[in-house]
């Protein structure tokens, strides 16, 4: 079968492997139907977490059971599902209270050796462990591509939202307006924002934000922090959600949050750093919460619901689908931003 693969810093390649096989009673084999590249793919891309030539890339895929193992009780071959971008025990103290991101067993597909060794989701078929937890069935009335984002980049945006408990007529900053970004601004504004400011330099992530209900602000034109004052007499937002991974971002965050507000840190990090000042931050009431990796698990039922009741439709963040074979194109055009969103048909 063909998988991607990475082929060194800054490079992938499409490879020829081996098909995967059931290797314990509750996996579960896929075909993949749609699989697509994330902005975490190029964190490892460019070295920000380590992965190492010939390993298998992606993590956000949906597709069909093609094969259940003996212990798998809720799919069967045929069943439409999508897969869990880290694949957890569901039985450990974590797991048992939701927080699965935490879990004894984490593991997370297409992230070689820092992620737990699992294979790659950008490929033609995928062996997902512990399957009766790490798939979600999708409804007849979801389409595949709407359902992918179910499996990470929607969830995280609607699980940071909901984190932040917004209030109606709250005004929300979203700095960064990536597929994550994106998502945070549609749950911001399906949660009862009275209005959500979407952060950036990216024109055509700006307008996705800007037709989807998001105020834009450039980066590149404004201040983000003085068009934060002005939208709130002064204030500064009530709520923040830094859905980009770099100190610059997180900084902004805060330079944006009023008195006594909050920021929600969805972005990755791996080994940056800040100094913060301890009395700024107390002096103002800062609620500063990091949402880490996204409990999936705990969330994607709702945010699945939410996708079949049209309150969050993902659809408009994507902008090219490419052949698993033009994979390598489909890299540039997402690290280039020439891309908001590239779907890989294997």
Not at 173 to 193: E, H, I, K, Q, R
Not at 244 to 273: C, L, N
Not at 281 to 295: H, M
């Amino acid at each position: 079968m063909l998988a991607v693969q990475s082929d060194g810093l800054g490079k992938v390649r499409v490879a020829e492997v081996a098909e995967p096989v059931i290797e314990d009673a509750n996996d579960a084999i896929i075909r993949v139907t749609v699989s697509a590249i994330c902005g975490s793919d190029l964190h490892f891309l460019h070295g920000k977490a380590p992965i190492y030539p010939g390993e298998g890339l992606g993590h956000e895929a949906v597709g069909v059971v093609r094969q259940a193992g003996p212990g798998v009780r809720r799919f069967s071959p045929g069943d439409r599902v999508v897969v869990a971008f880290n694949v957890v025990c569901g039985q450990c103290w974590f797991c048992m209270r939701g927080q699965t991101q935490l879990c004894e067993d984490f593991r997370n597909l297409g992230a070689g050796a820092f992620g737990g060794g699992l294979p790659g989701a950008q490929a033609e078929f995928l062996r997902v462990p512990n399957a009766d937890v790490n798939l979600l069935a999708v409804p007849g009335d979801v389409t595949d591509e709407k359902a992918l984002f179910v499996g990470d980049t929607l969830t995280t945006g609607y699980y940071a939202a909901s984190i932040a408990k917004i209030e109606e007529g709250d005004t929300v900053a979203v700095v960064g307006c990536g597929p994550v970004g994106y998502f945070c601004v549609l749950a911001a504004l399906a949660t009862g924002a009275a209005q959500v400011l979407a952060v950036d330099s990216d024109r055509a992530r700006l307008e996705l934000a800007a037709a989807a209900g998001a105020t834009p602000i450039d980066i590149a034109q404004r201040n983000p922090s003085t068009a934060a004052a002005e939208a709130t007499k002064d204030r500064g937002a009530d709520v923040v959600l830094e859905a980009v991974g770099t100190p610059q971002a997180f900084e902004s965050a805060i330079d944006m949050v009023r008195r006594g507000g909050e920021v929600v840190v969805v972005g990755m990090y791996a080994g940056e750093s800040v100094q913060v000042q301890l009395g700024v931050y107390w002096a103002r009431a800062l609620t500063v919460r990091f949402a880490g990796i996204t409990p999936v698990h705990a969330w994607w039922e709702r945010s699945m619901q939410a996708v079949l009741d049209g309150r969050l439709d993902p659809s408009p963040i994507i902008s090219h689908r490419l052949p698993l074979l033009e994979a390598e194109r489909g890299y540039e055009m997402f690290d280039s931003r020439e891309a908001t969103k590239v779907l890989l048909i294997p």
